[in-house]
């Protein structure tokens, strides 16, 4: 299975799954990324599933994923929350861990809230900010894997899709104007997506550098791909979790403990700073 093209059925039987075991329509959808699962904590009134439960649903195997759809309520808003994701790197298809973004739009979502955990590659960030994702370098989409290849349903979005504005202006103005109110730092860059599980080299880091991307990172990029395609608007958030190494030093590695540890830090004002947008969301 774990190569093969999903079909329109496949994700309807996900969806009606889901419908089944909730008693809410979600406008918003949510993907907390790796450390970044007790966000999800932050929802009242939950009705929570497992990914084991739900047909077709890839299941995230890392530590730091929890591996549930939360759904319920956030500022107003009903939202479907998953509580980790699955990555390229565990061994499914690009098809596959974005069935969820489908699977979320066919239950009613309009937007999409994109959380990862990231290495920052500009020179000006530090482990524990926050970056607003302004657009992406989809490396590992550019060699071939691409969420959207195979054959194309046209009743499901266009053979191919634009992605000049991935990341939505408006919300993307106001991600940063509640940032400014209530004094959060938020940088702003390049999001550039490479398969993992292995962190880069330093002659990688400084090639990533050169093609002007911000932030690294094995996940997000072929999810929003799919939201695009699927006529969802998308603001994407990084948390920044270690800063990636440029030169070898001897004793100094990345490792996925700092990423989970960064979390710690990045909770908190991630949370804050969802909250913020999801409140004034009906505004733009
Ligand atoms: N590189 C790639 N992916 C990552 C990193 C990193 O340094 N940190 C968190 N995810």
Same mark, same amino acid.
């Given at each position: 299975?774990?190569?093969?093209?999903?079909?329109?059925?496949d994700f309807a039987e996900a969806a009606d799954f889901i419908r089944h075991h909730t008693?809410? %329509?979600?406008?918003? !959808?949510?993907?907390?990324?790796? =450390?970044?699962? +007790?966000?999800?904590?932050?929802?009242?009134?939950?009705?929570?599933i497992p990914y084991e439960e739900i047909p077709h649903f890839?299941?995230?195997?890392?530590?730091?994923? $929890?591996?549930?759809l939360?759904?319920?309520?956030? *500022?107003?808003? @009903?939202?479907?929350?998953?509580?980790?994701? !699955?990555?390229?790197? *565990?061994?499914?298809?690009?098809?596959?861990?974005?069935?969820?973004?489908?699977v979320?739009?066919m239950l009613?979502? @309009?937007?999409? /809230?994109?959380?990862?955990?990231? #290495?920052?590659?500009?020179?000006?960030?530090?482990?524990?900010?926050?970056?607003?994702?302004?657009?992406?370098?989809?490396?590992? #989409?550019?060699?071939?894997?691409?969420?959207?290849?195979?054959?194309?349903?046209?009743?499901?979005?266009?053979?191919?899709?634009?992605? +000049?504005?991935?990341?939505?202006?408006?919300?993307?103005?106001? $991600?940063?104007?509640? !940032?400014? @109110?209530?004094?959060?730092?938020?940088?702003?860059?390049?999001?550039?997506?490479?398969?993992?599980? +292995?962190?880069?080299?330093?002659?990688?880091?400084?090639?990533?550098? &050169?093609?002007?991307?911000?932030?690294?990172?094995?996940? %997000? /990029?072929?999810?929003?791909? &799919?939201?695009?395609?699927? =006529?969802?608007? &998308?603001?994407?958030?990084?948390?920044? +979790?270690?800063? $990636?190494?440029?030169?070898?030093? *001897? =004793? @100094?590695?990345?490792?996925?403990?700092?990423?989970?540890? !960064?979390?710690?830090?990045?909770?908190?004002?991630?949370?804050?700073?969802?909250?913020?947008?999801?409140?004034?969301?009906?505004? &733009?």
């Open positions: 299975m774990m190569n093969d093209f999903f079909t329109q059925e008693r809410y %329509t979600p406008d918003v !959808a949510l993907i907390l990324g790796s =450390g970044l699962s +007790s966000l999800a904590e932050a929802v009242t009134n939950p009705d929570v890839p299941i995230p195997h890392v530590e730091g994923h $929890a591996g549930r939360v759904i319920g309520e956030l *500022e107003g808003w @009903k939202v479907v929350v998953m509580q980790g994701r !699955a990555h390229y790197y *565990e061994g499914y298809s690009m098809q596959h861990l974005t069935l969820p973004v489908r979320m739009h009613g979502a @309009k937007t999409l /809230v994109v959380t990862n955990a990231a #290495g920052g590659l500009n020179p000006q960030f530090q482990v524990g900010d926050l970056m607003l994702i302004t657009d992406h370098i989809n490396l590992i #989409g550019m060699a071939g894997l691409n969420p959207l290849r195979g054959p194309n349903d046209p009743a499901l979005g266009p053979r191919f899709p634009d992605m +000049s504005q991935a990341y939505d202006p408006v919300l993307r103005t106001l $991600a940063l104007r509640v !940032a400014e @109110k209530l004094e959060l730092p938020l940088r702003e860059g390049v999001y550039v997506c490479l398969a993992g599980p +292995s962190f880069e080299t330093p002659a990688e880091i400084r090639f990533l550098r &050169v093609i002007g991307a911000d932030a690294v990172g094995m996940s %997000t /990029v072929p999810e929003v791909i &799919v939201a695009r395609y699927s =006529g969802m608007r &998308v603001l994407g958030i990084s948390g920044i +979790s270690n800063m $990636a190494i440029t030169e070898p030093v *001897e =004793g @100094k590695q990345a490792t996925h403990v700092e990423v989970l540890e !960064a979390g710690r830090v990045l909770v908190p004002r991630l949370i804050s700073l969802l909250r913020g947008v999801l409140r004034e969301l009906d505004a &733009v």
